[in-house]
C-alpha cells in the first residue's frame, strides 16, 4: 500500500533549541495558568504538587516518549504512521483518526478561551474591564461573552493568527515563533513572580500554593492529578506524534522530554507564585477558571500601581502561552489533510481553520445565542471540553500506551528510543516498556472511568 511517503523534502525543525521551544511551546498553555495553579491550591497545595509530579513521571512522561519516537520513527502523521507501524489490516490508525476528532473538538472551545485572552490585551491597553470592584469586572466579562459579534471576531483574530504562522512552515512558522516566545514568556513570568512576592499577600499566597495538608488527598485528588498530567503534557491525541515526526534524527528524545517536563512545571509553578499573593493581597477569594483569569486579576491589578500595565503584560503573557498550544493542536489535522489527502499545505490550513470557525462558532455563541441549547445537559462549549478530555484524550492515551509497549514492541521501542543503541539508555527504555504495558493504561483507565462517573 502507498502511504503518504516521507519525501526528502519534508519540513522539520531544524536545530535541537527549536525542538525543545516548538515542544514546550506546546505543553504549556493556558492550563499552566489557570488550572494548575487553582488545582493545587484546593487540592492541598504541597500534598496535591506531589501527586502531580508522579503522574507526571509514571503516566505523562512514557506516553509523551512514546509518541515522540512513534512519530519519529515514521516521519509521518499519526494516521500513516499507525497504519505503517501496525500489523496490517489491524484498525491501529482509528486512533490517528480518534486525534484528529479530539484536536478539532478541543480547538472549538480552546480558541474561544484564547480569544478573550486577546480581548483582555485590548481591554488592558485601553484600560477598560478595570475596577477595584469585582462587581464591575464581571459585569465587563459578562459583556463580552454575551455579545455574540465580539465572540466572534476575537475568536476569528486568534484563528488568522494561528493559520497565518502555520502558513510559514513548520521551520520557518512553528519552531521560528516559539523560539522567540518562550523566552520572553519565561521573562514576563519572572518579573512578575519578583513584583507579586514583593506584595503583602505573599506569605498567604504561598501558603495557599505549597503548605501541604494531606487531609485533602483522596481518591479524587489522585484522578485529577492525573488528568492534569495528562493535559499539560499534551498527549492523548496525536500532537507530541506529529512532532516527533518533525524532529532530528538524532534528537535525544527522553531528554528532551524531561526537560520539557521541568520547564512546564516551572511555569506553573511560576504563575502560581505570580497569581496568588496579589490575589490573596486584597482579600479575594481564589477562584478557579475563567472566573479567576477575567475577574478576579483585573479588580486586583485595579488596586496595584502600574495596574494597567500589568494587566497588559499578563495577558500577553497568557497569549504567548496559548498560542504554542494552539499551533501544536492545529497542525495535527493539517498535516494528516496534507499527507493523506496531497492537499498543499495553505489548502490544508484554509479547510482546517474554517472547519474550527464553525465548531468554534457553537462555542463561541453558547454565551449568547445559544445559550439555552442544552445536549446532555452541557452547552456546546461545556460539551466539546468534556468529551475531548474524558473520552477523546484518556482512549487515545490508552491505545498509545498498549501500541508502543505491546504492539510495536520493546525490541522495536528500544531500538528507536536509544537512537539505534547511540544513547545507551537501554534500561531507560526498559523501565519506559513496563510503565507503557501495564502502569499508565490502567491508571487512564481510572482516570477516563472516574471522568465518566463510573466510579
Ligand atoms: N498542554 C496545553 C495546555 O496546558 C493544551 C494542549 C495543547 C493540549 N495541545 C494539546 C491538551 C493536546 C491535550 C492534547 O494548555
Redesign the pocket.
Known sequence: MANSTASAKRDGFSSALGVLAATLG???????IW?FPALTGSNGGAGFLLIYLCATLVVGLPVMIAELTLGRHARANPIAALKRMGPPGRPWWLVGVIGMI??FL?MAF?SEVVAWVFAYVWKGLEGSALSSDPAVTQGAFTALVSSPWQSLLWQWVVLLLIGGILLKGVSGGIEAVTKRLMPLLFLLLTALCLYSLTLDGAGAGLSFLFRPDFSKVDATVVLTAVGLA????????G??MTYGSYFRTEQNIPLTAGRVMCA?LAVSLLAGIAIFPAVFTFGFEPAAGPALLFITLPAVFAQLPFGQLLMVLFFVLTSI??IG??L??LEVPVLILHERLGWPRHKAIGVCVAVVAVLGAACALSGSVLAGFLLFGRNMFELMDFV??NVL?PVGGILVALFAGWVWGKESFTHAVSNAGELGNTRLARVLVVLLRYVSPVLILIVMLHGLGVL
Open positions: 506546546s505543553a504549556v498553555g493556558l492550563g499552566n488550572k479530539a484536536a478541543i480552546y495528562f493535559f499539560k503534557m499534551s498527549i492523548g491525541m500532537t507530541m512546564d502561552a496559548a498550544a494552539m501544536s493542536l475531548s478530555s484524550l
